[in-house]
């Protein structure tokens, strides 16, 4: 059974910065995509940015490119989400998803086989 925790979420004031890690339990990690969702309050989860399982591609839906970074450390099974600039309209909770043995990316949920348990972001304005 893939675990993937995420760890990092808190409140911060708006224009500030936060740093997201998911951690996984899975031996084969190196092979898999990761991403990044949030889901707000009533709304649906959304994509939020993803990287192969290399590290050599990114990708970033438009309202966070500039200010969030994806990055991933294969030896330690780890992927990092660095959140800058935060806005009010970043609160939500985040989860971290993995597509085990599919090293390209995608920006659909149902493509992402494991889920974290998700870690919630709260930006006060």
């Known amino acids: 059974q893939v675990q993937l925790v995420e760890s990092g979420g808190g409140l911060v004031q708006a224009g500030g910065s936060l740093r997201l890690s998911c951690a996984a339990s899975?031996?084969?990690?190196?092979?898999?995509?990761m991403g990044w969702f949030r889901q707000a309050p009533g709304k649906e989860r959304e994509f939020v940015a993803a990287?192969?399982?290399?590290?050599?591609?990114?990708d970033y839906t438009d309202s966070v490119k500039g200010r969030f970074t994806i990055s991933r450390d294969n030896a330690k099974k780890t992927v990092l989400l660095q959140l800058n600039s935060l806005k009010p309209e970043d609160t939500a909770v985040y989860y971290c998803?993995?597509?085990?043995?599919?090293?390209?990316?995608?920006?659909?949920?149902?493509?992402?086989?494991?889920w974290g348990q998700g870690t919630q972001v709260t930006v006060s304005s």
């Open positions: 899975e031996r084969t990690f190196s092979t898999a995509a």
């Open positions: 990287i192969s399982s290399g590290g050599g591609f990114t």
């Open positions: 998803a993995g597509r085990t043995f599919y090293a390209t990316t995608s920006r659909a949920a149902r493509d992402y086989m494991y």
